[in-house]
């Protein structure tokens, strides 16, 4: 099968399991409002229309970004994290003194990152922000002569441009990957990868709300439950492994793959939820209807990419 | 000719400035207080930038935009031809000699007419930019004695977060981070009240709508 005739193949599938979703979605909705005297729907049931409704728009930026190639997904995942950035540092507690490192973090660090991933660059990309942006940011702002909460401010855009530009460009980056008997068909590793994990927060949610009783941090995401966590990672380890058809690898191999990145997801997700506890909100942002902000949707995504971009680069790219 | 380019230029120029706002704050409205209904209203707000009555502005719906007069500095919005476009013709505002200048006639005056022919305003009681740490500045006396001669306007507090931060006082290039606009519960003159009183539960009032995110940041 040709790599496009298998994204055709994944976005089908997708497809009819988001028309499946939808339908539950509604019918659920309908159950509540229907009847003799009509009554308002429930906020849970609400929401759950926003939230896949959402994913048909989510699911269809990703389709028309595959459309344009690999090109079309660096664009699309340098855009996503221009608004995750935003959404990052405006959180944080940067002042007046910092305008010019965080204009340089935007304008320049963000460009230069997804450039160099169109290049191909790997010597640079792989070190461009932990090393000359990790440096150039303080230099910046220190310039300015605010010392007030120098180092914390400084911390925080530092995580925010590795969050969201650095960990988040590794998934464009896959494209770059070069793989023997591989060639041409990148883009699937990609599909690959925001398939599995995705999923993996979608069935951590579903298994949760059915079987779901001993939290597992309660005091960092009270939401997020033991049998939730484990039935959601398993059973997005068995898709990944059940997609080994799309990647170079075998089916024991996208399981350990898919096991990875989600477990990754779901440590990557409490930590942003610390983050977003410590600063005393509930969402990162208000972009994604039903969702919260890009980040809310991403969290466990950041994580995820760049360490599985470096299993696979070492074990099939070396 | 220019009787009718000059107005059609204001409409595409506003609707310009309020899609170039929308994507460079990403501007959430939240009525917490209120609805966003046609009543007649002042909307005081915390000031730190020159572009946030075009944030409130932006914030509220189309249909309230048209009555709601944003109060800015005569000083600023008139030097250059430009700025008295982008005042005049695209936002309307009525523009005052700030408090303190003496000689000129009373800047309550062109407020006061406005609100007589039923318009909404927008007003930053702070009277200056506020760019220290303190999150307000004390309040002048103008919107105390607007109420006074409008005792029926509803007092809306609106809280602008980030702003500030988005394009600090003496930058030209904005960094784009997300802009909030929180409406408060309206408030009125009470009967009796001192101007001191008034103006203090007005602060307070403005002061309790800061974001819980924001409470954090330096103070």
Redesign the interface.
Known sequence: MTADSQILWLFGGVGGLLVVATLIARLLRLRQTAGDAPRQSSPGVENLNARVDAWWAMVALLGLAFLFGGSGVIVLFALIS?AAL??F???T????GD?WA??AA??LALPAQYGLIAIGWYGLYAIFIPVYAFLLVPVIAVLRGDT??FLERISETQWGLMLCVYCLSYVPALTTLEIAGFEGRQLLLVAFLVLVVQMSDVLQYVWGKLIGRHRIAPAVSPGKTVEGMAGGIASATLLGAALWWITPFQPWEAAALAFAATAMGFVGGLVMSAIKRD???KDW???IEGHGGVLDRLDSLVFAAPIFFHLVRYFWSG | MTRFLRPLCARLFARAIVIFTHLVTGVQARWDGCAPQPTQRIYFANHASHGDFVLIWTALPPALRRSARPVAGADYWQAGGLRRFIARDVFEAVLVDREGRGCGPDPIEPMARALGQGQSLILFPEGTRNTGDAPLLPFKSGLYRLARRHPKVDLVPVWLANLNRVLPKGEVLPVPLLCSVTFGAPLKLRAAESKEAFLTRAQAALRALTPAATEGAPS
């Open positions: 221009l935003r959404e540092l405006t959180l507690h940067t002042r007046r305008h965080l204009l935007f304008f007030q909460r600063r005393g909100v942002g208000w972009m």
